[in-house]
């Protein structure tokens, strides 16, 4: 037969407490990540003058 329905189990305005409170801090962590490679990205491409960048280009065979 089936089980009857709990007494103790009632509803609340709270939301439960559980696993997604660690969420937040691994979202941060991972925004963290991608800004410090952006930042990599950003100033290994600031390092080429544009004559070096346009030859990087040429070089590559995306010309087309």
Do not use: C, K, Y
């Not at 990540?33 to 346009?54: G, H, K, M, Y």
């Amino acid at each position: 037969m089936n089980d009857g329905v709990s007494t103790t189990a009632t509803l609340t305005a709270q939301p439960a407490q559980g696993a997604h409170a660690e969420r937040p801090a691994a979202l941060w962590i991972l925004a963290a990540a991608f800004a410090v490679i952006a930042v990599a990205v950003l100033v290994a491409d600031r390092s080429l003058t544009p004559e070096q960048r346009f030859a990087v280009f040429l070089q590559s065979g995306m010309v087309p």
